[in-house]
């Protein structure tokens, strides 16, 4: 199944804590239907120091389910949708403006 959702998006969460927060599509874990969104979902874990890394704690993403965020277009959320150009392309459509996601 093709993605609808891709490295580098524009999403808009739809759910949880920060519902209506948009951010970039740092990473897709696709077996386990979640992504990693820039500033959202931001847990503290606490890092043993090594020789290659300084010890603390550290802030990063957690991954959310893929079902609570949906496309962002013109900040607004889109569901994605697949489009056969004259070409044979196949490329992402948002559904609400239907502009084209990838060139």
């Not at 490295?7 to 990693?36: F, N, S, T």
Request: proline share 4%; aromatic share 2%.
């Amino acid at each position: 199944m093709a993605a609808k959702i891709k490295k580098g998006d524009k999403v808009v969460v739809l759910a949880g804590k920060y519902r209506g927060v948009e951010g970039e599509v740092l990473q897709v874990l696709p077996q386990d239907d979640r992504v990693v969104v820039r500033g959202v979902n931001v847990i503290k874990k606490h890092q043993r120091q090594t020789p290659a890394q300084q010890g603390g704690i550290i802030s990063r993403e957690a991954p959310i389910h893929v079902s609570n965020v949906a496309l962002s277009a013109d900040g607004k959320p889109s569901r994605v949708g697949f489009k056969i150009m004259d070409d044979g392309r196949k490329v992402r459509v948002a559904k609400k403006s239907g502009e084209v996601i990838d060139g």
